[in-house]
Structures are given as C-alpha cells and as structure tokens.
C-alpha cells in the first residue's frame, strides 16, 4: 500500500502564487510516475501535470507555462511539488495528488492512477 499526503493549499488571490507539496509513503518504487488533478465543485476531476520517473513533465493546456510539476532529488524521489503561479479564479479546486505504477509515458486518466491523496483546497478569489 501507498500513502500520498498533501499540504500547501489555502486562499490567495488572483495573480498571486501557491505551491502544493505530496510526500508518498510506504510501498513506492523509484519508477513511479506521480501526477496531479484537480476537481471544481460540480465538475469531473481532470488533470493537471505529471512527472514521470525519468523526469519528463506532461501538462493540461490550461496550466501550461503557469504551472511547473517537480519532483526531490532524492533516492527516494517520494515527493512532488507542484508550484502553481500566475493563479486564476478559474483554478479554484480541489486538487488531489496521484501516483501511477507505470511510470513511463504520458498518462492523463484518473483511472490509470493507483494511489490518491486526500486533496487539498485552492481558492483564488478575484
């Protein structure tokens, strides 16, 4: 089994900057993929970026040159990070942390996803 824990989120305003941080415990391998989602209210959970094990990095257009997916250095490489700038109203969610045991590639439904975190609130007010 696999735990994800997040932290980082909370209310800022529109223009400003948040960075969200999940930290996997227990049974990880080092060529797991690790991803983020994220879930408006009334809406389907949809993603956001992914960092595969060798380090390539897949983004939603949305968040594309706003947002950047990254992962410690670590031998572990157990946490990612996910820094969120140029922030909009329209980024207001629920975002979840997700980790893939095929670490490999470029994969964007939630179904391919094993483990979830718990999910952290992000408001940006305008």
């Known amino acids: 089994q696999v735990q994800l824990v997040e932290s980082g989120g909370g209310l800022v305003q529109a223009g400003g900057s948040l960075r969200l941080s999940c930290t996997a415990s227990g049974r990880t391998l080092n060529i797991d993929a690790m991803a983020w989602f994220r879930q408006a209210a009334g809406k389907e959970r949809v993603f956001v970026a992914r960092i595969a094990w060798r380090g390539a990095t897949y983004y939603a257009d949305s968040v594309k040159g706003r947002f950047t997916i990254s992962r410690d250095n670590g031998n572990a490489k157990n946490t990612v990070y996910l820094q969120m700038n140029s922030l909009k109203p329209e980024d207001t969610a629920v975002y979840y942390c997700?980790?893939?045991?095929?670490?490999?590639?470029?994969?964007?439904?939630?179904?391919?996803?094993?483990?979830w975190g718990q999910g952290s609130q992000v408001t940006v007010s305008s």
């Open positions: 997700a980790l893939d045991r095929q670490g490999l590639g470029e994969r964007r439904r939630a179904d391919d996803y094993e483990y």
